[in-house]
């Protein structure tokens, strides 16, 4: 039996995932992702899809990240009326996200006279058409197909999709966790697959500071109140936020650090953050154990949650040392671009990036050494301290992936590995490295390709 691949997104560029696996008689897509960062991404993601949504069976999301989710209510205002599944987190978080996007794209599109990319109705009809799954459990669709998810070790709920038809497997990772994390168990690592289609987002680069990303974090800490400065840290609202407070948490409450108040400037953050309070099943066993003791991780002395405007405004009112954490974690938008026109000027701030800075956004800019950005047409001059902690990164790195296909394909070699979710360099060291050191058959599909598989 044959059936296609479309990779209709997340090829060439870390964003934008949205994959069809087809087999003629069942058409059902792998995430649907907004493109991020790119001076165009609001063109391509106004775009319509190359496919017929309504023609769709159903759609499995691997994780709630924007990039993965941030089309499905334009998915569903073009037709798509089947059904949609992931696990329980994924499916609470993905709607604080909808909620959060859309109040972004309605003041956008009144800013710039134009219409949003979706509406309340469409996030609404999405949820209404939305499933959940637990790990483990199989679905079973038409043309004798199965799926399972299982655990990607990546986010609150992330999950890699497997699909199962006349014992022949096709697997989609979505993004794989990097190990360790604050919060996240390890990945499961999929085996027996025939084709495997994986994230390369760090597929040329290592993680050299995972060990070291704690003392780091108390590093830059301690130099703050040193200084008597602030330390702004532009995170992902989404696992980051939390990993981040969990680790300071756990430094305040051990006296590595002084006291120093810390704001978590993102209403999105504080939602979500009470979704990980609410879902604690979902964390690896020594957190789990850790609350079980009484500690309310994502609690401590000195910490805020600044919900409305008034209170964010209030911030830079504060002269004594202070952390603030605020999105969008590539500065692309949010709240964090109000403090870094507040503080990048100064001496004594210090700028820390902990993910992803895609090309082309506010976090790459400062993260590749510019001296002056614009931020929301205002010219900002950088004196701040621009630091990197690549250690709180949720993907896996090079050598992680490789390990990955390395123990998934010890035991049967599969016939196909596609790379994709990187950017391109990324993508093609890794695809290289699998090749040579594994000997496996390795490509990057084109953007757009529909590749025949024996499924």
Same mark, same amino acid.
């Given at each position: 039996m044959s059936a296609t691949i479309g990779f209709y997104g997340g090829v060439g560029s870390v964003t934008g995932a949205n994959f069809m696996l087809d087999t003629g008689k069942l058409a059902v897509l792998v995430d649907c992702g907004l493109v991020q960062g790119d001076n165009f991404a609001q063109e391509i993601n106004e775009k319509p899809f190359v496919y017929n949504p309504a023609q769709i069976d159903a759609l499995f999301v691997t994780h709630a990240h924007a990039d993965h989710i941030g089309r499905i209510p334009k998915l569903v205002k073009d037709g798509f009326q089947g059904a949609i599944y992931s696990t329980t987190p994924t499916r609470l978080l993905a709607r604080v996200m909808f909620d959060d996007a859309l109040k972004i794209m309605e003041f956008e599109a009144e800013r710039d006279k134009r219409e949003p990319l979706y509406s309340q109705i469409d996030i609404d009809q999405a949820l209404s *058409?939305? +499933?959940?799954?637990?790990? =483990?459990?199989? !679905? =079973? *669709? %038409?043309d004798s197909v199965d799926v399972e998810l299982t655990d990607a070790g990546h986010i609150l709920g992330s999950a890699m999709v497997h699909f199962n038809r006349a014992g022949k497997s096709v697997v989609f990772t979505g993004d794989v966790g990097n190990v360790p994390q604050p919060l996240m168990g390890e990945p499961e690592v999929p085996t027996g697959y025939d084709y495997l289609i994986m994230e390369s987002v760090y597929g040329d680069r290592v993680h050299e500071e995972v060990a070291e990303r704690t003392a780091l974090l108390q590093h830059h800490?301690?130099?703050? !109140?040193?200084?008597?400065?602030? *330390?702004?840290?532009p995170a992902f609202s989404l696992e980051r936020t939390q990993g981040i407070l969990f680790e300071i948490n756990n430094l305040i409450e051990t006296k590595s650090v002084p #006291?120093?108040?810390t704001y978590l400037d993102s209403p999105l953050a504080i939602k979500v953050t009470d979704i990980y309070r609410d879902s604690t099943k979902y964390l690896k066993p020594e957190v789990q154990e850790q609350i079980k003791n009484g500690d309310d991780i994502f609690l401590f002395a000195g910490l805020s949650f600044t919900e409305t405007m008034k209170e964010s405004s209030m911030i830079a009112r504060d002269n004594s040392p202070k952390i603030i954490i605020a999105g969008s974690g590539m500065s692309h938008g949010g709240?964090?671009?109000? =403090?870094? +026109?507040?503080? *990048?000027?100064d001496a004594n701030t210090t700028l820390l990036l902990v993910g992803y800075q895609t090309v082309g956004s506010v976090g790459r800019l400062l993260q590749d050494g510019a001296k002056q950005i614009w931020i929301d047409r205002m010219e900002v001059k950088v004196k701040a301290q621009v630091e990197t902690i690549r250690g709180f990164s949720g993907h896996a790195d090079r050598d992680q992936l490789v390990a990955l296909v390395h123990k998934g394909t010890e035991a049967k070699?599969?016939?196909?590995? #596609?790379v994709t979710m990187g950017e391109e360099r990324s993508s093609l060291f890794l695809t290289q490295r699998l090749r040579d050191y594994l000997g496996v058959? %390795?490509? !990057?599909?084109?953007?757009? %390709?529909e590749v025949e598989i024996d499924f």
């Open positions: *058409l939305w +499933k959940t799954i637990e790990y =483990h459990e199989t !679905v =079973h *669709l %038409a800490i301690r130099e703050t !109140v040193r200084n008597r400065g602030t *330390l702004i840290i #006291f120093i108040k709240r964090i671009r109000q =403090h870094e +026109k507040q503080y *990048l000027d070699p599969p016939k196909q590995i #596609f058959n %390795a490509m !990057v599909p084109e953007p757009n %390709a």
